[in-house]
């Protein structure tokens, strides 16, 4: 008799192995801890043998007939269909392990010991929120341009160009590595150059015109809030370093007797290796820094950071304290920024001051090679950058003079 719902539920774990027949060679087989597995039995080319049609209840007695019903249709053509359910799962392995999702994984982990631990958190977040979703359980194979376009207009609706163009940027890389893996013939990303808009360069807030540094540096010296704070704003346009070396500073890199700081690898903008490997980053102090060091050391010397945050002394002060700052005196974000003291920097050292551009960005520590082709050199321009330093902070103190004597 063909075998029903109620006996197939009902069916109670024996001390051994048992079956209920349903006909045609199918049938439930009862295992002692309990569990219910479909089981077909079949003969091919002389020989028997079985095929698993699902677990029961999860596979209901109506599902494994239906399933039943196609295998023998196979063997019918001549085909054994347990040789066609071990070719699905190797395609679906196949298709697993060549997937986008597993291929850019896969890459993320072969080349993420050479990024910043942020920068690699970043790449694989901007994939898991942008491109996983649409298309992480694809074939790289099968990417095509139409559907990768589809995934970045997406983010380019919601406004964020330069994170579509990033994004682009990242599936490119994922597909180069697929095709020197050989799971791709080519990268079909580089398709749709040209397709997003173009980013809108913005770059940090920054006063430029030495009318108005004289105003802003009236208006620093005119800060009324704590004192480690009045100091770091000081110090911001004398040293222009990047906002987090400022308010990361440590007592220890400092030898004021020498005129030096010295910023550890680890706090540069650098890649990963870069941070282990690479060199400190040395910034002369010209006189007027050490000055304003030498007023801030008997407050804060004892401890470990330059700036502490007014909350514990573990820790430095906030990375907005310096903007906050520079709001309370007046100055909107658009105006004027902590990063923007390297563009003004940079712009009136070679404008105005005539200062070369190769000691320039060697202080500001970008990342530009020699005649030689070797990469930043802690030392590169050292005598030219420390008198470039002191020379840009006898141009700021006269402009702020000049500024404050006009207005007696």
Request: positive net charge.
């Amino acid at each position: 008799m063909p075998l029903t719902d109620t006996a197939a539920r009902n069916a109670a774990p024996r001390e051994k192995p048992y079956r209920l027949a349903d006909g045609s060679g199918m049938y439930l087989e009862i295992s002692p801890a309990g569990g219910k597995y479909w089981r077909l039995k079949y003969r091919f080319a002389g020989k028997e043998k079985r095929l698993a049609l699902g677990v029961y209840p999860e596979v209901t007695l109506a599902e494994a007939r239906k399933r039943r019903e196609r295998a023998r249709e196979k063997l019918a053509a001549g085909i054994d269909p347990s040789e066609v359910k071990r070719a699905e799962k190797r395609t679906l392995r196949l298709n697993a392990e060549n997937s986008f999702e597993a291929v850019a994984r896969e890459w993320h982990v072969k080349y993420a010991p050479t990024w910043s631990d942020n920068h690699g958190a970043r790449l694989m977040r901007r994939l898991e929120v942008d491109a996983f979703p649409w298309i992480g359980d694809r074939p790289v194979a099968d990417l095509r341009p139409p559907e990768l376009l589809d995934v970045l207009r997406r983010v380019e609706r919601r406004g964020a160009i330069e994170t579509a163009h990033r994004l682009h940027d990242n599936i490119g890389q994922v597909l180069r590595y697929a095709v020197a893996t050989g799971r791709a013939e080519r990268d079909v990303a580089a398709d749709l150059r040209g397709a997003l808009p173009p980013v809108q360069k913005r770059h940090f807030a920054a006063v430029t015109d030495p009318a108005k540094v004289a105003e802003l540096l009236h208006a620093i010296e005119g800060y009324k809030g704590t004192f480690p704070v009045s100091c770091a704003l000081r110090l911001s346009p004398l040293l222009f370093q990047r906002p987090g070396e400022l308010r990361n500073a440590e007592w220890s890199e400092f030898d004021l007797d020498a005129a030096t700081w010295e910023i550890p690898a680890s706090r540069m903008k650098r890649t990963k290796q870069g941070k282990a490997t690479g060199a400190a980053h040395i910034v002369p102090l010209p006189t007027q820094a050490v000055t304003i060091l030498r007023e801030l050391q008997p407050l804060t010397g004892t401890r470990r950071f330059v700036f502490p945050s007014v909350r514990t002394a573990d820790r430095p002060m906030s990375d907005n304290t310096v903007n906050a700052a520079l709001r309370r005196l007046g100055y909107d974000k658009e105006t004027m920024t902590g990063h923007g003291f390297r563009a003004l920097a940079r712009t009136i050292l070679e404008e105005v001051l005539s200062v070369p551009a190769a000691i320039i960005e060697a202080q500001l520590a970008h990342a530009v090679k020699d005649p030689l082709g070797r990469a930043y050199n802690r030392t590169a321009h050292l005598p030219q950058r420390r008198e470039m330093m002191q020379r840009w902070a006898d141009y700021l103190a006269a402009l702020k003079r000049d500024r404050d004597e006009g207005e007696q």
